[in-house]
């Protein structure tokens, strides 16, 4: 049993091919990776964020309506409220009340943010525990 390890010369000869293995394989891992990072790049990038949730909302009589114009003007379910201290002190008269109500705020899309902050404001000031934003939902188009 015979093997060749060399030239008889003894200089080996120059190999002038590259191997192109390695270079294969790492093209079609590169590859694969591309094919599964693209879409959640592709989907980051566009956004289309939901315009509110829609939760069905339980209207107790006892629940107070809080309103925001878009002039700033705060009604206290349909009664205008003159300004901050008087929605203060409502809102201090129910809030030891046991059942505590929930205040739920409707602001106008053209309202300021300054505007319903005050309110809720108001609610922590007054020690109400549980304030919500009243939204409508979305229209749905074909």
């Given at each position: 049993?015979?093997?060749?390890?060399?030239?008889?010369?003894?200089?080996?000869?120059?190999v002038?091919?590259?191997?192109?293995?390695?270079?294969?394989?790492?093209?079609?891992?590169l590859?694969?990776?591309?094919?599964?990072?693209?879409?959640?790049?592709?989907?980051?990038?566009?956004?289309?964020?939901?315009?509110?949730?829609?939760?069905?909302?339980?209207?107790?009589?006892?629940?107070?309506?809080?309103?925001?114009?878009?002039d700033?003007?705060?009604?206290?379910?349909?009664?205008?409220?003159?300004?901050?201290?008087?929605?203060?002190?409502?809102?201090?008269?129910?809030?030891?009340?046991?059942?505590?109500?929930?205040?739920?705020?409707?602001?106008?899309?053209?309202?300021?943010?300054?505007?319903?902050?005050?309110?809720?404001?108001?609610?922590?000031?007054?020690?109400?525990?549980?304030?919500?934003?009243?939204?409508?939902?979305?229209?749905?188009?074909?």
């Amino acid at each position: 049993m015979s093997m060749n390890v060399g030239s008889s010369s003894g200089e080996d000869e120059v190999v002038s091919t590259i191997n192109t293995t390695p270079l294969v394989d790492v093209m079609l891992v590169l590859l694969i990776i591309f094919l599964i990072t693209i879409p959640a790049v592709i989907n980051t990038i566009k956004l289309d964020l939901p315009m509110e949730t829609n939760i069905a909302r339980v209207t107790k009589p006892e629940n107070i309506e809080i309103a925001v114009t878009r002039d700033g003007d705060i009604y206290w379910n349909a009664t205008l409220v003159s300004d901050s201290e008087e929605l203060v002190k409502r809102l201090g008269k129910i809030a030891v009340l046991n059942p505590q109500p929930e205040v739920h705020v409707r602001g106008d899309t053209k309202a300021r943010y300054e505007s319903v902050g005050r309110v809720v404001y108001a609610c922590q000031r007054a020690g109400i525990m549980k304030v919500s934003f009243v939204t409508q939902p979305p229209e749905r188009g074909g």
